[in-house]
């Protein structure tokens, strides 16, 4: 195993993701990719690309949650790990699937917060539909809350 995905939404969960995907890439020395999936940019109406605001707005989300993203791998790296960071915008399942890929993941690690069936009726998992399409081994990582 030469190459992990921690797929991160940097909700609480991902504290408890790290863990499992940096134990796996501890003893497999292997790289571990922190990815996180950013929205995509809203579709705004007409030519133009939106209000001023609207954009520096979006700008300053995407630069948190890029800095977060290099802190989360910096502290796994200063623990010995190959840790990278890597922040990508699309839909969730489908640029999981395409990082997966594109990075030769051997192992894709990510977190599920235990919504009810309700949720899962009308929103669906990313956890149900990255399994149903995924290539290689995954791994489910329970939020502690869904316990």
Known sequence: M????????????????????????????????????????PDLVGFEPGPQHIRDHRAQELRDEHLELQELAAGLSLSGIDARALLVQGPTVATILEEADRLLADLVVLGTHGHGALHRLFAGSVCQQVLAA????????PSSSAS
């Open 2 to 41: 030469k190459s992990i995905l921690a797929a991160v939404d940097l909700s609480p969960v991902t504290q408890e993701v790290l863990r499992v995907a940096a134990a796996q890439a501890r003893s497999h020395a292997a790289t571990l990719w922190v990815v996180h999936v950013a929205a995509p940019d």
């Open 134 to 141: 995924i290539k290689v081994p995954l791994l489910i990582v």
